[in-house]
Structure formats: C-alpha cells, structure tokens
C-alpha cells in the first residue's frame, strides 16, 4: 500500500511576489515563472521558479518573499515527480515560517509538506525529521478541526513510512493516533483513511487485541467499500472483522456498536443495537427456521512451525486464512487472504491448516462442508 498523495498533496501556488524593487537576477526568471503559469505551461514554469528561488537566496532578500519564492518552486517540483527537491524547499519555506512566524499552523502544513516530499523521494530519516517537527508544532496549537486534520495527515505519513518498512507495530501506533485524530474532524472516505484503519487492525490483531481489532478493521472494510476501490483488501478487511467480532463476548461487541456509531463508520451489519455488532455473525447460509445447526467445530490442529530463515532475521508477521471443512472433516479450499511482512509465514500456516481436522458441519444431523472458516496466526519471538 502506498500514499495517495492526491488526498493531501493540495498544492497551491504561493501567493504572488511583487516583482518591483527586487534585484534582475530574481524578478525576470520571476516574470518567466508567471508568464508560463498565465500560460497554463508548468512544465516551462519549472526552472524560473527555481532559479528565482535560488536568486533570492543570493541576494539575501526579505525572508518572506524568498519563502513565498521557495513555496512556488516546491510545488511545481512535487507536481512534476521531483520530490527530493521540493522536500529541500519545503523544509526552506518551513524554517523561514518558523523564524517569522513561529510555531503556527501553515509553519506545520509546510513542515508535513516537505515530509510527504521526502516520503516519495524514499528519504526515510529526512521523513521522519520533517514530520516529526509538524506534530511537534500540531501537538502545542490550541484543539481545532484544522489541527486535528493536519495531525491525521502527518501521522498517516509515518504510518506509511513503517509499513513499507515492515514495521507494522510502529505503523499501527501512527496509525491509531491518525484516527483518532480523524474522528475530530468528522467521518472522511478515502484510501488513506481506509488504509490507515486496516494498519491500525493489523496492529491490534498481532497483540491479540480483539477488541480495538474488530473497531478498526470494521471502520477499515466500511471506508473500503464506501470508496469503491482495492476490492481485494476490502474483503480481507472484511474478513479480520468478522473474525475479529466473532472473537470478542456480548458486552464487548455491544460497546463496539457505540462506538462506531460515534465514529460515523457503523456498517450496516452492526446496525442492530440489541444484539451488538458481530453476535449471529457465522458465516452459514440463512437455514429454514427450525433447522437443527451444529457447526464445524476443531478436533486437531498442527501447531505451525515459524519459518526458520524469518525466525534467525527476527522476523514477526501476521497471516490469516480462510477455509472450508469438507463432510468428512477434512480441510480444504485454503486461501492465505493476508500474510505480512513475507509470504513465507502464510506458507508455514497454510502448511499446519492442512493436516487440521474438525467435526463436520451438521444440518439436521447430515454432514455437510462449511465454507467460510477463517483463523489468524501470530509468528512472535519470545524471549
């Protein structure tokens, strides 16, 4: 999963620079910058930008028209793929707002700019810097929607910084404070919030936290199908939170249904406030009423071997599998719907599923295959 730079990446253009009284050398490539601007010609604005930019550093003019300069090179840079420059003049604009304006909040939006820059150049500790001086600011401004909007943004950049790193402990931390900070602003679907959910339940699913599992990849499958987009990880979100809600009792699902529903995220499935979001929930067709149910229920399950390469490399990882348990109770139809941060750890578990054995699925005493049976796997190092 990457970034989708469209859901932030708003670049407007700096607010014009008056030309007069500035030295030749930064007002005519200025005046060539505007002049392809006017002309809808980015591409040819691309260098003047810069080199007034640069000229104005030069020249040592006044700091707030060099950061305005500064701000327009960025953002044709990043408009234009070239993101380790535009990170250099973001952070420039960001340090000259920080000595004249101080800790505000367009000094942390140019901050979280530059971060997001540097996130597409591949930059990681410059990522880190540059979006860690966004929330340090954030974190001391008054509470509003347009802070907490800026942090949700800020901590979805590092969330993705540490799940492209496999890091999926540290993604899920960000990633649970970027909700929480969504949940200021009000109910928004995109690909990032989704995304962001699903780090955050992945995050709980590996400390076996069921509970704040099932909030945050229901909150996930809901944005997922909202937006209509990544069907395939809309349906493993879907499939971590049934399980996750079938894992949790009464009074637990019960409070997930209240949250939810001040999240502004409830899906249609927790929707009955009696029975708690989850309880009825076993994946089996809808039976004629009267029909005497036992369903498919473990005899024996091989214990999975943590794949040895991944164990020496300290390697943690996540997997969960969908099956289906045949009449005789055998095992079959194995899906590895999500292994992280190697394949090789949903080998291992499809590997152990397959010599499991259940009780069949039994409708009024026939024996009868049971789709739909889905399991997770922690692979942790203890000590």
Request: glycine residues 6%; aromatic residues 8%.
């Amino acid at each position: 999963m990457k970034l989708v730079a469209a859901a932030f990446l708003a670049l407007a253009l700096a607010a014009p620079v008056a030309a007069q009284g500035l030295p030749s050398s930064v007002s005519e490539p200025y005046r060539a910058y505007q002049a392809a601007m006017e002309a809808g010609d980015e591409a040819a604005a691309l260098e003047p930008a810069h080199q007034a930019w640069q000229a104005a550093e030069d020249a040592g003019i006044d700091a707030e028209t060099t950061g305005l300069l500064a701000d327009n090179y960025a953002a044709l840079a990043s408009a234009a793929g070239q993101h380790e420059q535009a990170a250099a003049a973001f952070a420039r604009s960001a340090e000259i707002l920080a000595d004249t304006e101080g800790g505000t909040l367009i000094t942390a939006e140019t901050w979280r700019l530059a971060a997001m820059a540097a996130y597409q150049a591949g930059e990681e500790s410059t990522t880190e810097r540059y979006a860690s001086r966004a929330i340090d600011i954030l974190s001391a401004l008054p509470a509003s929607r347009e802070v907490s909007a800026a942090i949700f943004q800020t901590e979805t950049i590092l969330a993705y910084r540490q799940f492209d790193r496999s890091n999926m402990r540290a993604a899920g931390r960000h990633a649970e404070r970027a909700i929480t900070a969504l949940l200021e602003v009000g109910p928004v679907a995109n690909m990032d919030a989704a995304n962001i959910a699903f780090f955050a339940g992945i995050a709980n699913a590996s400390d076996y936290d069921h509970e704040e599992a099932a909030f945050y990849f229901t909150i996930a499958s809901y944005i997922y199908g909202a937006t209509s987009g990544d069907a395939e990880t809309r349906q493993i979100a879907e499939a971590w939170a049934y399980y996750s809600r079938t894992t949790i009792d009464e009074d637990d699902r019960l409070e997930l249904v209240r949250r939810l529903d001040a999240s502004g995220y409830r899906p249609v499935e927790c929707d009955d406030e009696d029975a708690g979001c989850g309880a009825g929930e076993t994946g089996l067709p809808d039976y004629p009423e009267g029909t005497v149910v036992e369903d498919a229920s473990p005899i024996h399950r091989r214990e999975v071997t943590y794949p040895s390469q991944l164990l020496s490399a300290g390697y943690e990882g996540i997997v969960l599998i969908r099956f289906a348990v045949e009449e005789d109770g055998d095992v079959d139809d194995i899906q590895v719907l999500y292994s992280v941060p190697h394949p090789a750890f949903g080998e291992a578990a499809e590997r152990a599923v397959r010599h499991w054995r259940y009780n069949p699925l039994r409708v009024d005493g026939v024996a009868t295959r049971r789709e739909g049976v889905v399991t997770q796997f922690i692979f942790q190092i203890t000590e």
